[in-house]
């Protein structure tokens, strides 16, 4: 495990996962498994679903199309984010926060 490495776990659809990630990613993935909850819960309640990897797999569905949906900003976020500073990308980061929490 390198020095920056991280053992986390984090429950998605009531199982429990452990994982080894960067320490900076934490963050980013306790929030993407938040959000998988989230919108499984949702197809769950408002869905005719069988079983909970329904929901799962909805909710898998849609975060794929919606990142399907915005690939040049995926890319163009990737080629910015790798030429900033460390301050700048949290500056950037922040921006980006703000600017979704206006819609």
Known sequence: MASNDISIKVNIGDRVYPLRIQAKEEEYVRKAAKLL???MGFF?????????????????LEFAVDSLNRPEENIQYQQVK????????????LEALLSENKD
């Not at 790798?82 to 980061?93: A, F, I, K």
């Open 37 to 39: 909850n989230e919108k």
């Open 44 to 60: 769950n309640s408002n869905f005719s679903v069988k079983d909970k990897i329904d929901g799962l797999a909805m909710a898998a």
């Open 82 to 93: 790798q030429d900033l500073s460390p301050g700048e990308q949290e500056v950037y980061r």
